[in-house]
């Protein structure tokens, strides 16, 4: 019988700083993992978290880590060599056949591109695969700008829209919000196109709308959801919405059933 | 096999069980009523049969020995875990038709939904279920509405005859014990309760929707969200992990977790103070309709058992029987509002 509850140690490789309050950790695990899952990092005495996988390369998977609280406070004052604590990979994660062949809208919000990150990466590694890869990233301001330097290598692969709510007027960054740039986008078959969404839920929401407006089908549509978790295993209840449970039937869910 | 046992007979047997089990009963705990001044009825360890109230309904339900309200995962240093050990004996917990049916409810949660609960499973396997006939119903009662008045799944059943006591038996590792100590054998059938005082309909045709109805308003400010609804139901069954340590500049100290409810403050809480259902009655929606409608959803049958526990410790005298009643009219209300 195997106890899900008991964490294992993962040590930090890299560390990686996006802005103050957002950094990557690289850190050691061997097995499965797929985009959009999460894993329960802890550290004893402060607690768990859970952390999306924005990354995954052999042996090594990246979190990206938003300093907010209690246990994200006290990973930030880990480095290289330094151990945390780890259980999952749990919840469903993203399946990348579903966006074979189609032509793929990537649309993230602010931390939300960490869960998608991979995504980008795996078809940005397999250009062949889809019929056309569009990646829309919304931030709020050029400092809030996540994974800077992943955006020069998806630019060659793919059409990277990088745009920021507001910026200083010299600033070499688009400005407007993510939903904007929807209607204009250059696809052959919308009613065919597939698209994900992944960003707080406000931003989510218009976003969905928006592309349900520009003639996106519902079945065509996948959102990553956020809610408070405990045990990320289907027991503590905190993360149930209706019949149900984020932790194991989510993150992520076509737009027909994550409405 | 029935049998018939006098008072000494029962305890003998009683006797012989606590050499292998701990056997959890409901007991009468003096001063720890709802309401002040009176004495509550709740589950503990019994030693002799005596000490079992036969004639009330527990006020707090058996789930505790199963889902302890405070229950240690394991103990940590800085870079090390120890899983905390498992009770050394199995437990015997003398319980009514209605909370058998809770047990139901919670190894699908624990045993089913996704992962398997090694905490729960190890506990779990190593209980048997003695079933308390009910020949009356007791206040607030609606397990026949919700059809979990009678159950043939116990390990044994117990009811009072007399000066003395009537089993049925179902496990053969007990029926040579039994026997052994029986005053004589006889065809012995559980009593069951057929009518309640408190009826319930839960309406066909209720669906999500019915989250949208004015109705739930009305409990904003009746309810207080103090929360013992859900600590008394059997079938509630959420925690929230805790760490806590020793000392405070120890690295020595332990992960839990603590049995939670979802109608306190914090329930939902997400970062930048985000929380989901806000207000008290959006929060006795979302336990109603889990209780009644979207549990089955899930599973096929409905969360709540009927034992009307949650309406007798209500001090705002809240009663979810009645809110159960109202669906109706919420139907036709989000139904309205639909068309
Ligand atoms: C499936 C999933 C994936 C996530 N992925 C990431 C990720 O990749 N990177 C990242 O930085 N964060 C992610 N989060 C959010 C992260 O789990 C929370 O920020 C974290 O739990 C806060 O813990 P803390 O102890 O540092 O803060 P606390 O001291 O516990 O709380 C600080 C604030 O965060 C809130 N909070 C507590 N738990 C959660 C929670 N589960 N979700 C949201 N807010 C919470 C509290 O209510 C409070 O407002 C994810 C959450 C979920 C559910
Ligand atoms: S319904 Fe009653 S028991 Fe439940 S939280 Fe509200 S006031 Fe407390
Ligand atoms: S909801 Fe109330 S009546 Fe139903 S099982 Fe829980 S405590 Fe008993
Ligand atoms: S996080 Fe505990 S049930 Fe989903």
Redesign the interface.
């Known amino acids: ?7 294992y ?1 993962s040590e930090i490789k890299e560390v990686i700083k996006h802005t103050d309050i957002e950094y990557t950790f690289r850190i050691t695990y061997e097995g499965a993992v797929k985009p959009g899952q999460f894993f329960e990092v ?1 550290i ?5 978290a859970p952390i999306s996988v924005s990354g995954i390369n052999n042996g090594i998977i990246d979190l990206t880590i ?1 300093r ?2 209690k246990v994200t406070n006290e990973v930030f004052e880990r480095y290289v060599g330094d ?1 945390l ?1 780890l259980r999952g990979p749990y919840g469903n994660g993203f399946d990348v056949e579903n966006y074979k062949n189609k032509e793929l809208v990537i649309v993230a919000g602010g931390t939300g591109l960490s869960p998608v990150r991979g995504v980008v990466e795996y078809f940005s590694e397999h250009p062949q695969e889809v019929k056309k890869l569009i990646l829309i990233a919304g931030f709020k301001t050029p400092k809030d700008i996540l994974f800077l330097e992943d955006f020069e290598r998806w630019n060659k692969k793919a059409e990277v829209i990088l745009t920021v709510d507001q910026a200083e007027e010299d600033s070499t960054y688009q400005v407007g919000l993510v939903t904007e740039y929807i209607p204009k986008l250059s696809l052959k078959n919308v009613e065919e196109a597939v698209a994900v969404v992944v960003g707080p839920p406000a931003m989510m929401r218009f976003t969905t709308q928006k592309l349900l407006k520009t003639g996106f089908l519902e079945q065509n549509i996948w959102i990553s959801q ?3 978790m ?2 990320g ?6 993360c ?1 919405v ?2 149900t ?1 984020i ?2 039937d989510g993150p992520v869910f076509n737009f027909t059933k994550g409405r | 096999m029935g049998f018939y046992f006098t008072k000494d007979g029962m305890n003998a047997v009683l006797k012989r069980l606590m050499d292998e089990y701990l056997v959890y009963a409901p007991i009468r705990m003096i001063g720890g009523g709802a309401f002040s001044d009176t004495n509550s009825v709740r589950y503990g360890q019994i030693s002799k049969i005596s000490d079992i109230i036969f004639n009330q309904k527990s006020e707090y339900s058996f789930k505790e020995i199963l889902l302890p309200l405070s229950q240690t ?2 103990f ?4 090390q ?1 120890k ?1 905390a050990e498992a009770p050394k004996k199995g437990a015997i917990i003398f319980l009514r038709s209605c909370d058998l049916h809770a047990v139901k409810r919670l190894d699908e ?2 045993l089913r ?7 729960y ?2 506990l779990r396997e190593n209980v048997k279920f003695i079933l308390l006939g009910c020949q009356n119903p007791f206040e607030n009662c609606f397990c026949v509405d919700m059809q979990t008045n009678t159950i043939d799944t116990y390990d044994a059943s117990i009811e009072q005859a007399g000066d003395g006591y009537v089993m049925d038996n179902h496990c053969n590792a007990w029926e040579s014990l039994l026997s052994s100590h029986c005053l004589n054998q006889q065809d012995v059938q559980p009593s069951h309760v057929t009518e309640t005082g408190v009826h319930v309909k839960i309406p066909d045709g209720l669906s ?1 929707d019915a989250a949208n109805s004015k109705m739930w308003d009305e409990y904003d400010d009746r309810c207080i969200n103090c929360g013992r609804c859900n600590f008394v139901c059997p079938t509630c ?7 806590i ?1 020793y000392t405070d500049n120890g ?1 020595v ?1 332990e ?1 839990r ?1 603590v049995a ?1 409810s ?1 109608m306190v403050d914090g ?6 103070g985000g929380s ?1 259902r806000k207000k008290n009655g959006q929060r006795m929606r979302f336990r109603v ?2 209780k009644v409608y ?2 089955k ?2 599973f096929g049958y409905h969360m709540c058992v009927g034992c009307g526990r949650c309406d007798d410790i209500c001090p705002e005298y809240i009663s979810f029987s009645h809110c159960i009643n109202k669906l109706e009219s919420v139907v036709k209300e989000v139904g309205d509002n639909n068309a």
């Open positions: 019988m195997h106890n899900e509850y008991m964490p140690l802890s004893p005495k402060y607690g768990e938003r907010v609280g151990k604590f956020e809610r408070k405990s045990c295993i289907g027991k503590c209840g905190h149930k209706n019949d449970y932790c194991l | 995962l394991f940590f240093t800085e870079d875990v899983e949660i624990y939904n996704g992962f398997e609960d090694y905490y499973k190890r999500i069954t959420c925690f929230t992990m805790q760490d340590f690295k100290g992960r977790r939670a979802c329930y939902t809480d997400v970062a930048g989901y309709l889990h979207d549990y959803e899930r």
